[in-house]
């Protein structure tokens, strides 16, 4: 069972509200990072956190923002969401780099925009 | 060109089948090969790794590696209905961020 926790696992949402995804870890993982999947695609980085304090934007450009103010909590925030937001997004730890660490995932939001 | 390529599928066999996933990749500084599992409406979980060229076996499962090539393949043996999932190849960096990169993912459907 995953010690990483997504709410909520479905969302459906109109055009323009502010919402938060949360994304919590019970590990003391200091490695957080957020992936967006569609359907038939790749997972794509869109931020990344090293640590408390620490936050960097992925490879994929994402109109959200996230922030890191306890080691175990990374909330994602979209502060107008529009239709092109809908996918899925996935919220990953892992407690250090490399080979050996792999990530956890969280069993992700299910994001609709109507 | 993405870094990663993986044929979507889906992959339908019979119980009992030998399963072969690949991938291919072109960015040879990669070092290290993952493969994640994900079964349906839940996150992915880490199946196997292996850092080099060659095989590692792990119960019914094998993942091999060709550097030359830049071709990863994961075989299943005695494949199960409860292995029905979409499989990702994962190869990665170890240097910087170490930054994993996913290939689309191949769903497997495994069939009583």
């Known amino acids: 069972e995953a010690d990483i926790y997504q709410t909520p696992r479905y969302l459906v949402i109109g055009t323009g509200k502010k919402i938060t995804l949360e994304c919590s870890q019970t590990?003391?993982?200091?490695?957080m990072y957020w992936y967006q999947q569609d359907p038939g695609m790749e997972l794509h980085l869109i931020h990344y956190s090293y640590g408390v304090n620490s936050t960097e934007k992925g490879d994929l450009s994402s109109e959200s923002t996230v922030s890191r103010i306890r080691t175990e909590h990374f909330p994602l925030t979209l502060e107008s969401a529009r239709p092109s937001h809908t996918s899925q997004y996935l919220c990953?730890?892992?407690?250090?780099?490399?080979?050996?660490?792999?990530?956890?995932f969280g069993n992700g939001t299910r994001l609709t925009v109507t | 060109q993405k870094e990663v390529e993986q044929d979507p599928g889906p992959l339908s066999v019979p119980e009992g089948a030998i399963v072969s996933l690949n991938c291919t990749y072109s960015?040879?500084?990669?070092?290290?090969f993952m493969w994640y599992r994900q079964y349906s409406r839940k996150g992915p979980e880490l199946l196997m790794y292996?850092?080099?060229?060659g095989n590692k076996e792990d119960g019914r499962f094998t993942a091999q590696v060709d550097k030359s090539s830049k071709y990863i393949s994961l075989f299943i043996r005695d494949s199960q209905p409860s292995d029905s999932a979409t499989y990702l190849c994962a190869p990665g960096l170890n240097t910087g961020f170490q930054k994993l990169v996913f290939g689309t993912g191949t769903r497997l459907l495994v069939s009583p």
């Open positions: 292996t850092y080099s060229s």
């Open positions: 960015n040879s500084a990669f070092q290290y």
């Open positions: 590990m003391g993982h200091d490695k």
């Open positions: 990953a730890s892992r407690p250090r780099t490399g080979p050996n660490s792999p990530l956890h």
